[in-house]
Structure formats: C-alpha cells, structure tokens
C-alpha cells in the first residue's frame, strides 16, 4: 500500500529502558538458579 510507512519497534531504545532489562534479565537468572519461579516468561512453566 502506498500509504503505509513500517517502523521498527523503538519502545525500548531508551537508556533507562534497556537498564530495567538488565536488572530483570539478573534477577530471573538468579532466580532460576535458586529455583524459583521467573517474572515475565514467555511460553515457559
């Protein structure tokens, strides 16, 4: 359609964005070791 422009999703591209994901990419990673349940999983238990 020549009226359609596509963009990329940028809703993370913010310093404090990518930070927050970090923290919570460490905190599941510590959780998991620990065996505990994990925030935010996607298709998982």
């Keep these: 359609m020549k ?3 596509l963009t990329p ?3 993370n591209a913010t ?3 990518r ?3 970090a923290e919570i990419v460490a905190q599941n990673t510590i959780a ?8 935010y999983i ?3 238990l």
């Design 9 to 11: 999703h940028l809703g």
């Design 42 to 44: 996607v298709n998982g």
């Design 15 to 17: 310093v404090e964005a």
């Design 19 to 21: 930070d927050a994901m």
């Design 32 to 39: 998991a070791y620990e065996g505990n349940k994990i925030k």
């Design 3 to 5: 009226n359609v422009i």
